[in-house]
């Protein structure tokens, strides 16, 4: 069942105040899941590198799951 607005091409972090049709989750992850998140936050954030929040990285990460 597809739910909401995918959009093959969609920007899965846009700027903030145009997420209005996006739904707010909590989730439970392996230890080493959570740590490469977090390791590749900090290369984002070293880097300068846009979107280095978990929640951007787990936007992405769903959006190249389901094809978008």
């Known amino acids: ?13 846009p700027p903030y105040g145009a997420r209005g049709d ?3 989750i909590t989730i439970t992850l392996p230890r080493d899941a959570y740590d490469r998140l977090m390791e590749e936050s ?11 929040l978990l929640s951007a990285l787990l936007r992405e990460a769903a959006s190249s799951y389901f094809g978008e």
């Open 22 to 24: 996006f739904r707010k």
């Open 42 to 52: 900090a290369r984002r954030r070293i880097a300068g590198e846009p979107n280095p």
């Open 1 to 13: 069942m597809q739910t909401g607005s995918l959009k093959k091409g969609a920007n899965p972090n």
